[in-house]
């Protein structure tokens, strides 16, 4: 950025740019990385943790916590194994798959331009392809010391299953009439054919997701609420109008639970992908659970006494991908004044992983800015950092997204003041050391 005009902003073109930030600064890492990494698995380190949680809890208190007719469980993540032939996924959930007999490597079918030149063909660069074959996605393991095939069973291929094993009794405990939803955050795993685009494709990946349970005639009218709701929370968190959109699936798209399907798409460097789906999943997975399970699992209308299988409505959202998402979308390279360059993170402060960074002028001053930001951590997750020139300290907490630095100087001995530093605009303001916490809470909330 050295030869651009001060003020130029440029945006994330490359996720090069990005997946070397986020090894560098430890927000995201391959997994195994000192074996050489595992395909399609990824380590979040100690920023990217605190990211990932923050957005765990927007999403908990929003879906969660501030209604009253949504209930949060944490289902283990084995489930019965007849829980997937039930929901159809030892069936339906497989890709087709071709193997190239000359270098031996293996595609989604439907993803061949992707492939690139076959490196093992004399004469030709072209792959040598099989013919498709369809290869389940779910990841198996055994349970127990027992090696017969009774003792298979599977990860957990999305967060939702769980729900609908547990709808009864969670209603039940809940005392929850219909429509009411049930909600949960966790692992999903994929055997992904090839995992790709960092964080975007992966094989293990965490799962937001709803079930929103509602009589058939009010379908429509809860698809439209959480539909707008979900699209609120994603503008909430900065995601704007020119990097988000909807796109209805077409009936030949609809997995085969869905009556309809709407994704929520992000625009990333390597075009707009999904990041969410609402979908209207019929009364498809209560119907076969009770099938299968041999349990009742519809409802008793209270006055009208009717007995019937509520629908669902569905939203799933990729924490991961969300958090991509937002990475993508906070990255720019600013020229500033001199010839001199930063790279900001402008992440919304709810999901930053520092709030505050507490930086005093010169290591003599330690005492005193240990002082504050020990007070600071109480609320909020503060950091110190006395090493390295203001300058060069300022550019390390941009880098990382953190919306306020606190410099405490040689005069704050005397005044009683400090400098506070907001991240986007790089605007400074002097104000009381004692009025510090009430300056943070204006802007970032009460904190823990
Ligand atoms: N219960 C419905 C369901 O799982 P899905 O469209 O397969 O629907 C929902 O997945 C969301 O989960 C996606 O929008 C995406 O954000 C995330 N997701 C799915 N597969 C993923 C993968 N292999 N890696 C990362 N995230 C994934």
Redesign the pocket.
């Known amino acids: 950025m050295t030869s651009e005009l001060p003020g130029q902003i440029r945006p994330l073109e490359r996720m090069d740019d990005l997946v070397a930030l986020c090894a560098r600064r430890g927000f995201i890492f391959p997994s195994s990385e000192i074996y050489g990494g595992i395909n399609g698995f990824w380590d979040y380190g100690p920023l990217g943790v605190e990211l990932k949680n923050n957005l765990k809890a927007a999403w908990w208190q929003e879906v969660v916590r501030e209604r009253d007719d949504v209930e949060g469980i944490d289902s283990s993540i084995i489930c019965h194994p007849r829980t997937w032939e039930a929901s159809g996924h030892v069936e339906h959930f497989s890709d087709p798959m071709v193997d190239c007999r000359a270098c031996k490597k293996r595609f989604r079918a439907d993803q061949l331009a992707d492939a690139g030149p076959c490196p093992s063909r004399e004469g030709t660069s072209e792959h040598d392809w099989t013919e498709p074959r369809r290869f389940n996605l779910m990841l198996q393991t055994r349970i127990g010391a027992s090696e017969d095939a009774a003792a298979v069973a599977y990860l957990r291929a999305?967060t939702?299953q769980p729900i609908f094993n547990d709808f009864r009794r969670v209603r039940e405990v809940a005392r929850q009439q219909i429509p009411f939803g049930i909600a949960q955050i966790g692992k999903?795993f994929?055997n992904?054919i090839n995992p790709r685009n960092f964080?975007?494709?992966?094989?293990e990946?965490e799962?937001a997701?709803l079930e929103f349970f509602c009589r058939e005639t009010e379908r429509d009218r809860w698809f439209d609420h959480w539909l707008g709701e979900r699209l609120r929370f994603h503008r909430e968190l900065g995601l704007g109008p020119d990097h988000l959109r909807t796109r209805p699936h077409a009936p030949e798209e609809l997995a085969h639970y869905c009556k309809r399907a709407m994704d929520i798409e992000f625009r990333f460097p390597f075009g707009w992908q999904?990041?969410?789906?609402i979908?209207d999943r019929g009364d498809w997975d209560l119907s076969r659970h009770s099938e299968f399970s041999g349990k009742d699992l519809g409802v008793t209308d209270p006055e009208t006494k009717e007995h019937y299988v509520p629908v669902v409505i569905?939203t799933?959202?990729?924490i991961?991908?969300?958090c991509l998402a937002l990475l993508c979308h906070a990255y720019r390279e600013e020229a500033l004044e001199g010839g001199e360059a930063r790279t900001v993170l402008r992440l919304h402060p709810r999901l930053a992983p520092i709030k505050v960074a507490v930086l005093p002028l010169s290591k003599k001053l330690a005492e005193p800015a240990r002082r504050l930001e020990r007070e600071l951590r109480r609320r909020w997750n503060a950091f110190y950092d006395d090493a390295g020139n203001i300058g060069r300290r300022y550019r390390r907490q941009d880098e990382v997204g953190t919306p306020f630095c606190v410099t405490y100087d040689f005069d704050s001995e005397t005044d009683g003041r400090v400098t506070v530093r907001e991240r986007d605009s790089m605007q400074q303001e002097r104000i009381a050391l004692d009025g510090v916490a009430a300056w943070l809470t204006d802007r970032l909330g009460p904190g823990a």
Request: proline share 0%.
């Open positions: 999305e939702c999903a994929r992904e964080t975007f494709r992966s094989r990946f799962q997701e999904e990041i969410e789906g979908h569905e799933s959202v990729g991961d991908r969300s």
